[in-house]
């Protein structure tokens, strides 16, 4: 096939040998299968900023490291730099989970070089050398459900610990190779410390799990695994090898006792009042004197 433009840089300074085929093509990039050796690998080419239809969020930006003062004031007031180097944060911010995820023993694509906008990683097959599938593209036994559900539990708990959280978590980027899921697309991740999100975007991507593999084991609907691994996290209790239950418990708030006591004051107060009013209007009434003109 023809080489792209973006991917000729890589061919001249021989990261790839060959481009093989497209992959496929989504709102935020496309992705080749290409040989490097005699390994297929796959590179991901991202979209400019003004082709394409993901929109940067700003919750999934809160707590990013900027270069300098400089570059975060061009990124707030929306220049032309500054969309570029925004545009690069955004990027950079893949390739750093997926190293730093692959370190801590996530299963990930593993990534081997960033250029130019270019992701060169693993690429993740069936066995028989064609892409994974989705976790969407296939139908699941519950007792497969049960165990790919708690398996990712797992890899979002390693994930916490690595200090990040996926954010968009789901079905749809779950890919499936012979040994189980492989978390994939993850230029979305956030800082689990540094971004006041981190905890609503942890509970949506454990919600979406539990609600697909529940389709095929309805009990996982009822798990609450997102409070117990957070609550763990933020007491410095969370490890990769903890195990959790899936139940949480609600901190039942400590009472007011003041409050609590005014509350009885006003209510024997109103009680009274009503007593009091009461006994007013059933109390006998005295007849008033005649006057002398009658007697």
Not at 76 to 82: E, F, H, R
Request: proline share 6%.
């Amino acid at each position: 096939m023809k080489t792209p433009k973006r991917l000729e840089p890589l061919l001249e300074d021989g990261l790839i040998d060959e481009v093989v085929r497209p992959l496929m093509s989504g709102k935020e990039a496309s992705v080749y299968v290409v040989r490097c050796g005699k390994e297929l690998r796959c590179a991901k080419v991202y979209k400019e900023a003004n082709k394409r239809g993901f929109r940067q969020a700003a919750e999934y930006q809160e707590g990013r490291k900027t270069r300098n003062s400089r570059d975060a004031r061009a990124m707030a007031k929306g220049s032309k730099y500054g969309r570029k180097e925004q545009e690069e944060a955004w990027q950079n911010a893949e390739v750093s989970a997926l190293f730093r995820l692959a370190a801590a023993g996530v299963r990930v694509p593993k990534p081997y070089d960033y250029q130019d906008g270019v992701l060169l990683m693993e690429m993740v097959d069936d066995g028989y050398g064609d892409a994974a599938p989705r976790l969407n593209d296939v139908d699941l036994l519950p007792e497969d459900a049960r165990e790919f559900h708690a398996f990712m539990i797992g890899e979002i708990v390693k994930m916490l610990c690595a200090g990040l959280v996926h954010g968009d978590l789901s079905e749809f980027n779950v890919l499936l190779d012979p040994h189980g899921p492989v978390i994939i697309d993850l230029p979305q991740a956030v800082d689990a410390a540094a971004n006041n999100h981190a905890f609503s975007m942890l509970e949506r991507d454990v919600r979406n799990m539990a609600e697909y593999f529940g389709q095929f084991a309805p009990e996982l609907l009822e798990t609450r695994y997102a409070k117990e691994m957070w609550a763990l996290y933020e007491d410095g209790k969370l490890t990769p090898e903890t195990q959790l239950s899936g139940r949480f418990a609600e901190p039942e708030a400590e009472a007011d006792v003041g409050a609590v006591l005014r509350e009885i004051k006003a209510a024997l107060a109103e009680q009274a009042r009503r007593e009091a009013a009461r006994n007013a209007e059933d109390a006998p009434h005295d007849e008033p004197p005649p006057p002398p003109w009658a007697q």
